[in-house]
């Protein structure tokens, strides 16, 4: 929600939040009301992949995590050698979110005592 309330409230320190982890190129952003958000597409993506599987309720894949990290580092390596496409980087960053979030979920599961949740493959 900080992300898009950032660029329709002007809130600043948000974006000072985000640019420690990302570097907030503009051209390289979705834009909301004329502002950048405060990620760049791939972050962005990667935040609606990761609510997205926790709303869906995805059980966690260690396959899926590695082939989405595989699938990201070689649109990055791609992006920067040869092509730069804001859809392969939208796609790397939905699907590195999906994957991981099972895992950070299940993670929070078992900090607080409640149990384990089950793994696919």
């Known amino acids: ?3 898009l309330a950032a660029p329709l409230a002007g809130l600043s320190p948000i974006y000072l939040f985000f640019s420690i982890i990302c570097h907030q190129d503009p051209s390289r952003s ?4 004329g502002e950048a958000l405060p ?5 962005a993506s990667i935040y ?4 997205a599987s926790l709303a869906a309720g995805l059980a966690p894949s260690s396959r899926w ?3 989405s990290m595989l699938i990201l580092i070689a649109e990055f390596v791609v992006a920067w050698l040869l ?3 804001p859809i392969a980087r939208s796609l790397s960053g939905l ?3 999906a994957t991981a979030a099972p895992f950070v979920s299940q993670g929070i599961v078992e900090l607080l005592g409640r ?3 089950r793994e696919s493959v």
């Open 1 to 3: 929600m900080a992300i």
């Open 83 to 85: 092509v730069d496409s």
């Open 30 to 33: 979705w834009f909301i009301a």
């Open 39 to 43: 990620v760049c597409i791939r972050c």
């Open 115 to 117: 149990g384990k949740l």
């Open 95 to 97: 699907l590195l979110g």
């Open 48 to 51: 609606l992949g990761f609510l």
């Open 65 to 67: 995590l590695k082939a």
